[in-house]
């Protein structure tokens, strides 16, 4: 499976800019990959008081994703900021170039930034088959929770997660992200923005692909905005967690 990470600024609050973005970045990837990422809230920057930023399922950003996976023929995920039965969710999204398209929203708040005050905690996971990959995509704050990450019985293959996660605590992305490809014996993805938010937060990046054993396949560089892609397959894994079978040892518990 070819899968691309775009690492971009994001316009603030300005849904018209960023989707205009976007979708040039999509038409010029057609035919070039499987799967884009985008970064968590990508139509938005992380704007968690303004909520008439909101979109239902039937509104621009779901339209125009659908609409972009059929015509250009790959799957997009990312997140946005959702309005459903008025509760606000920061939405994950996985659109198949079928159109079809496959939603959870994130589990983990940001408290220190506010996003608890408005939005709902999602309790479900997007957990999906693609390209013949089981993929689980989760968002920013997620990843420091390890039990919610947790790959039980080998039911994922490619763990995504989309984030806005700041410059100050870089250092910390960096090596969860190892972490939870080490401990889940999976490939992860980690999709993250630059430059500076409407709150004067700084982005810097650090997306990256890796593999199972915490090796990068694709590293990006410090600030800059950057789209790439790589090809990942799904013997090698398929090998490594049969010799080395830590996964059968792993311990049972239950998310309440």
Not at 33 to 56: H, I, K, N, R, S
Not at 126 to 147: A, E, Q, S, T
Not at 153 to 163: M, R, T
Request: charged content about 25%.
């Amino acid at each position: 499976m070819r899968i691309t990470l775009i690492q971009d600024i994001i316009h603030w609050a300005d849904k018209n800019a960023n989707l205009q973005k976007v979708g040039e970045q999509l038409a010029a990837l057609a035919g070039q990959t499987d799967l884009v990422v985008l970064p968590e809230m990508f139509t938005t920057g992380f704007c968690t008081d303004q909520l008439d930023l909101a979109e239902t399922m039937k509104d621009e950003t779901v339209k125009m994703l659908c609409e972009w996976a059929v015509k250009y023929q790959l799957a997009i995920t990312g997140s946005f900021i959702a309005n459903d039965t008025k509760r606000i969710y920061n939405r994950a999204f996985f659109v198949f170039p079928s159109g079809e398209i496959e939603t959870a929203d994130k589990r983990h708040l940001f408290s220190m930034g506010g996003e608890h005050k408005h939005f709902s905690p999602g309790n479900k996971r997007l957990l999906v088959n693609y390209c013949g990959f089981n993929i689980y995509v989760l968002v920013c704050y997620d990843v420091r929770f390890p039990v919610w990450s947790r790959n039980v019985a080998n039911e994922y293959d490619l763990l995504i997660y989309v984030a806005n996660f700041p410059q100050r605590r870089i250092s910390d992305w960096d090596i969860l992200l190892r972490a939870r490809a080490i401990e889940n014996q999976s490939y992860v993805c980690g999709v993250n923005r630059v430059g500076k938010d409407g709150a004067g937060i700084d982005y810097n990046g650090h997306s990256t692909l890796i593999d199972f054993k915490a090796n990068s396949l694709l590293t990006f560089l410090e600030n800059k905005t950057s789209v790439q892609t790589s090809e990942i397959t799904i013997e090698p894994l398929q090998n490594y967690r049969q010799k080395f079978a830590v996964w059968c040892d792993a311990d049972e518990f239950e998310i309440t």
